[in-house]
């Protein structure tokens, strides 16, 4: 009963952990495909002018929308602390660091996505500045909150990197899942960088990013579905 009541814990982090994942794809999966893939035409910054007054709301919606993600972010990165630290504190206290940094970079960034409504709002202090000049500056701020999205990338990339280690390390997960977070870094980390340093290939690198999305579904679904093993766990 002792060895039982010392149990229960670790699967019941493990599964709020997986609902907290949950929420961040189901909304990250908002935020890209139904909002920012729907009113942004980076090629022409007439049209996504057009398009983001015309449906405001939803382009509020995706702000909001990140920001529940980030809010998740923080509260995932503690359980996983709580979670993994028997693996080992240090990598623990790395991963989660990683992360938070990721998570704050976001959270700063998305100041950026909101300039370029405010900008199209018709404020009277824009008066100066005709529509050409303001859909421009718009786009600006919008694709500068896309490459400050790819910076906190690279940090959140090292955190699966050692995320993948305590995963396979602590024995309370499938080794494999360990791989694929492993996997899952590797794929953020080149694609980060590859937009920084070698932007032209970014669409051709774009399957790498396959990588982290079978890595961090599987993750969800393991932590939701069976949270996490308790017996005889590699110490």
Known sequence: MKDRITEMPIVKYARITGVLYLIIIVFGLFSELFVRSSLIDRQNAAETASRILESEWLFRMGFASDLIIFLCDVAVAVMLYVLLRKA??????????????????????????????????????????????????????????????????????????????????????????????????????????????????????APVYIAPLVGELALCLYLLIKGARVSNPRE
């Open 88 to 205: 080992s504190k240090t990598g623990a206290l790395a991963s989660a660091g990683f992360r938070l940094t990721g998570t704050a970079i976001y959270g700063v960034n998305l100041l950026n996505y909101f300039a370029a409504l405010l900008l199209l709002g018709g404020a009277e202090y824009l008066n100066g500045l005709d529509s050409g000049q303001l859909n421009s500056l718009a786009m600006l701020f919008l694709d500068i909150h896309r490459h400050g999205y790819d910076l906190g990338l690279v940090f959140f990339g090292v955190h699966c990197l050692f995320l993948g280690y305590l995963l396979y390390r602590s024995g309370l997960f499938p080794g494999i899942l360990g791989i694929l977070m492993y996997l899952a870094g590797a794929g953020y980390v080149l694609g980060s960088f590859t937009l920084f340093l070698f932007p032209s290939l970014s669409g051709a690198i």
